[in-house]
């Protein structure tokens, strides 16, 4: 397996999870502590902290340590380097969208009498 693919990988596999994105989502607004993760899920304490272990060894996240309590906040760097993999193929996209933009333009072209 190629060893830069492994970090990438991942951030994939833990972005897979829908309860992981929200948790991601909720930490855009500033750090918070488990219990405020939890709150608005239907699963207990332990669970959420399962999905932090999982954002946690992906990188996309990081605990601190503030008198009692272990603030969770939001790793940026991690998403950059999806945004930067994706930017590989924004080109193809962009040129794939070019093309049947044309080709779309071309349907709706009244047809030529001969």
Do not use: C
């Amino acid at each position: 397996m190629n060893l830069q693919a492994e970090p990438l990988d991942r951030v994939f596999a833990a972005l897979a999870d829908p309860t992981r994105r929200a948790i991601l989502a909720k930490l855009t607004a500033g750090e918070a502590t488990v219990n405020e993760l939890a709150a608005p899920f239907a699963l207990a304490q332990p669970s959420i902290s399962k999905h932090l272990k999982v954002l946690e060894a992906a990188g996309l996240v990081s605990r601190g340590r503030s008198a009692q309590t272990r603030p969770v906040r939001l790793n940026p760097a991690a998403l950059a380097q999806v945004d930067g993999w994706l930017g590989d193929y924004r080109g193809f996209w962009e040129q794939s969208f070019d093309r049947l933009e044309a080709y779309v333009k071309d349907l709706q072209q009244p047809e030529k009498p001969r």
